[in-house]
T-cell receptor, first 113, second 107 residues
């Protein structure tokens, strides 16, 4: 079955540590997105990529980095520069521009030790 | 004021009740999405609409572009409909998400 796989489901970060969240899709989608979800707030866009080897910052990119070396994969690194990383992170993909149907992964809950 | 507002924030219903969730937005949009987030966190896309009305099973979504308002209706609600329902406005540059409506349907 086609879909988006995020891993791990739960992740813990120590002070000063970088951690990487995985997002893989087998839907042959060009566009991929990373969102952050905090309690009581709407999803906020961290980074997005419309095509391989290209990505753009979203609204809250500071403290995060991404890569898009393969169409199927869009990993997100939460760096030590992100001072408040505890949140639920969601990866999404679509066939093209944002007005297409979105497919979401099951999310990764990141917590700081 | 948020660019996308949902109401109510929380909603409790008895099984079989007719449910309405509202979404108002203040930006120009090309489309509006309704999403469903289950307790485990995964999100499913329910509808994308730019005008009129769409129906899928017991779910109906409507949008009024002039009034900048959309509604999601659930007919004959069931406990398995319990989830957070999120609307997202597509203003071409990006999606702007509402904070969600938490629905609990009791037997």
């Amino acid at each position: 079955d086609g879909g988006i796989t995020q891993s791990p489901k739960y992740l813990f970060r120590k002070e000063g540590q970088n951690v990487t969240l995985s997002c893989e899709q087998n839907l042959n989608h060009d566009a991929m997105y990373w969102y952050r979800q905090d309690p009581g707030q709407g999803l906020r866009l961290i980074y997005y990529s419309q095509i391989v080897n290209d990505f753009q910052k979203g609204d809250i990119a500071e403290g995060y980095s991404v890569s898009r070396e393969k169409k199927e994969s869009f990993p997100l690194t939460v760096t030590s520069a992100q001072k408040n990383p505890t949140a639920f992170y969601l990866c999404a993909s679509s066939t093209g521009p944002v007005d297409e149907k979105l497919f979401f992964g099951s999310g990764t809950q990141l917590s700081v030790l | 004021k948020n660019e996308v507002e949902q109401s109510p924030q929380n909603l409790t219903a008895q099984e079989e009740e007719f449910i309405t969730i509202n979404c108002s937005y203040s930006v120009g949009i090309s489309a509006l999405h309704w999403l469903q987030q289950h307790p485990g966190g995964g999100i499913v896309s329910l509808f994308m609409l730019s005008s009129g009305k769409k129906k899928h099973g017991r779910l109906i979504a409507t949008i009024n572009i002039q009034e900048k308002h959309s509604s999601l209706h659930i007919t004959a609600s069931h406990p398995r409909d319990s989830a957070v329902y999120i609307c997202a406005a597509d203003n071409t540059d990006k999606l702007i998400f509402g904070t969600g409506t938490r629905l609990q349907v009791f037997p």
